[in-house]
């Protein structure tokens, strides 16, 4: 899709972070906008920038996680904006903590807004796009849907999720002259996990409390993404790579890095011992600054 001028976008998790940054950059050039979110305050600032662009916006409001949402506000759309050019998936969630602490609803509640909420996508729109044989997906992944991190485990099976769905898509409706991207994002500074619920062991919380451990923790994540990419310059790169019809959409080409790394299984196992050990050994001096060996409360 090289030209995107006066074509229709529709967008969810529009509200802030890569989201917002998509539907400013696509207003730039060109495009008319639906955008939704679950936080609607937000959202409305976001259509008052876009407003001053010139390009039509309507905003709507959607719980990507309730099919009954998606079938509302596609209706809505389609209202509005009659024709679907690009369908960009980007909302999405985490759930953070030791998989032991993870509880079930924990799991299906990330699965529901990070996979489902494509599925849901798919069911109101690409039947639409099959019926005109044009249009862009673009799904939202992560460089933790392309190996095995140090992300929260729910995190990282939504979003491998996502890059299969996406890959199997892209070769499922090419001849339908569909295209399908997945965007990889990199070390990119949006509040996904700032605002995450994190599940803390309950012996750590018994012994400095909730609101120490959490300070703690979220004072690490502040470190990890100090140096991270603005979502304003990682959108710039993406929607270069969805003007190529690119499957794979990135704001640097090493988050692909692992993936050539599993053609040797055994240079792979030794990549991803190494990362969770350097992972686990960041968390642990981090939380030493303050005076807490977290391996004393395992």
Known sequence: MKDLEEKNCFITGAASGIGRSFAIALANEGMNLFISDINMEDLER???EIDKIGVKVYTGKCDVAKFSDWEKISKDF????????????????????DILELELEDWKRVLDINLWSIIHSLKVFLPHMYNKH????????????????????????SKFAVVGLSEALFGQLYSQNIKVSVVIPSYVKTNIFSNAKIKYSKNLIDAYGEDKIEKIYHSLLDELIRNAMSPDKAVKRYIRGIKKDQLYVYDVRSVLGPLSLKANPQLFEKFLINYHENAIKTTKE???????NIDDFK
């Open 46 to 48: 976001v259509k008052e």
């Open 134 to 157: 044009s249009g862009h997906i673009v799904n939202v992944a992560s460089g933790a849907g392309v190996f095995g991190s140090a992300e929260p485990a729910s995190y990282i099976t």
């Open 78 to 97: 389609f209202s509005e904006l009659k024709e679907l050019d690009l369908l960009i998936n980007n909302a999405g969630t985490a759930i953070g903590g």
């Open 286 to 292: 981090h939380f030493l600054k303050f005076g807490i």
